[in-house]
């Protein structure tokens, strides 16, 4: 078995375990500016110090896995703003702050370092993913960018078909690097390209992802997409959806709307109440978001 899969299984077996919230949203917050189509990758370029801190500051709220800055680091953004050449660089650095970020909170339990891995194209529309074959290339070289940074797994995620999914995930095991696999899901249990969560569950469960979840889109959505998840796998399920605020096309987020940390706990207990083993915070949440997580399971 790989260490790293022994380890997380070691790390799940007494309790659920959290991950980290948002990052993008979390720069916005803190006055860093994320333009698309970079994100949250202009920020290392201009505010490393706030990256790594965000960081710090979810291991303190009490993240067990964190997920190193490296939605937009790939390939393919990068080139659209002349940066295609400092990939590597740039995962490198993703992965570093993260670690650095660990360092700096000194947890006293193991965390897991995660490097995120985003559709190729837009997270919300599925009828720009690529064709096969760039799908292989494009996440063929971003699982060895992250194999090459130091990331103990990857985090596959915001996948709105199973095409990518399973695309994705067959380049992280051809890599030998663990990985996660999450969805964004409309109401009724479907992917956003309209293919039922139970149907993307039993495609990519032979590929033995380290968990299956839900993210990025708004809690009660999650809730009804998670259900189908535990019932199709034995595979550890789990959710992070959005918080605060809604998507936006130029800063790619702006806090008006969604839900607040209330709501969002509140909803939190029904996950782990139909099994979510894993829970987090995706857009618009915060450290306080993932304190109030850790609140909750301390009192199960």
Known sequence: ????????????????????????????????????P??????????????RSIHADYVSAGARIVTANTFRTDRTTLSKVGLATRTRELNKLAVRLA??????????????????????????????????????????VRIGHLVAAGAACALIETMNTIREARVALEAANAGNLPAFVSFTCAPGARLLSGEPVAEAVAAVEPLAPLGILVNCCAPD???EALAQVVEATAIPAGVYANGRGRAHDETGW???????????VKEARRWLDLGARLIGGCCGTTPRTIRALARLLAKR
């Open 1 to 36: 078995m790989h260490p790293v899969r022994q380890g997380f299984e070691a790390m799940l077996a007494d309790a659920p375990l959290l991950l980290s919230g948002a990052v993008g949203t979390e720069l916005l917050r803190r006055g860093v500016a994320t333009p698309l």
């Open 38 to 51: 970079l994100w949250a990758t202009a920020a290392m370029l201009e505010a490393p110090e706030v990256v």
């Open 99 to 140: 670690r650095e970020g660990v360092a700096a909170a000194r947890p006293t339990a193991p965390i897991l370092v995660a490097g995120s891995v985003a559709p190729v194209e837009d997270c919300y529309e599925p009828d720009l993913v690529p064709d096969d074959r760039t799908l292989t290339l494009e996440h063929g």
């Open 221 to 223: 959505v999650a809730t």
């Open 254 to 264: 702006v806090f008006k709307g969604g839900v607040s940390n209330r709501a969002y």
